[in-house]
């Protein structure tokens, strides 16, 4: 009886890593069945490994059939929670980032980030602690950044850093010292309220900023009243 059931369990857990989801999403990242607005393809199978489940994750573009996304996750459905090596292309198979998660799901060890050319846009230094890489976070270390012109502005943590934050258009950049925010900061957001920023730092630490909203209307803040309406 116990050898039955162990034969069940093996087949039912053979047939677990066999199964998987594969859909496509457009441009923007939803789910369509058009064929002619699938800007790529996601396929999804679960495997047993070490006695825990995971899923392989592979999205690849629909005009070519390349690689977009390669990695292992926790998780079998968005947000995806990847474990170790995680790659992603550009849709001629230009390497666009090559990263290292731990067993949490957080950024470690050295992490590259390219431009379409395939010259090196970033290279960051993260300790596992959280997964920020769109905006600054005060726990990387920013090893090298290189402008499109392929000029390098920050060399060890020191320079100017410039960071696409969301929408096509949104952005911070500033000067680093020693991986911390110095001096003046600007950009602009179109989240929720659309705006335009300033912000003047010493050793990291928000002194005041001032916010300019599309109306016109300007707020003035501190670390005391940062979060503003």
Known sequence: ??????????????GISKAYAQYYLDETGNHTTDMNKAYYSRKVTPEFKDGKQQYIVLEKFVSNDKVKTSGISLSGKVPYNYIGHKETYYPDGMPKSKETFNAKGYLIDTAYYYYPSGKIHLITLNNGTNNITWQYNSTTQYLAYFDSLGIRKIENGNGIIHF???FKNDFEEGPLVNNKREGEWQGKSTDIIPHTFKEYYKDDNLLYGEMTKNDGTISRYDSTNYNID
């Open 1 to 14: 009886m116990k050898r039955v059931l162990l034969q069940l369990l093996c087949l039912l857990l053979f």
């Open 164 to 166: 696409k934050t969301g």
